[in-house]
């Protein structure tokens, strides 16, 4: 036999199981909580038929939009 598995086998015979943990915390409901948040997203794409941007776009006017985004995705 190995000494090294009895070894272990022996640790986790003698250590605490989970009879000794105190679960009280759970028996409580949990209180709902809801948090809403709205995010403005801008998404966009040149690449359409394998065709590069012109070398002049300028992304200002590229991505001049009604107000202004939370997050922008490009591709």
Known sequence: MNLMSYYEFTERETSPG??????SNFERP???ENEIQSFRVFVAT????GKSPNFDLNLQDF???EGS???YVLG
């Open 30 to 32: 949990m209180a709902p």
């Open 46 to 49: 040149w690449n359409v038929g």
């Open 69 to 71: 985004a939370d997050i």
């Open 18 to 23: 989970i009879e000794g943990l105190n679960l």
């Open 63 to 65: 991505l001049l939009v």
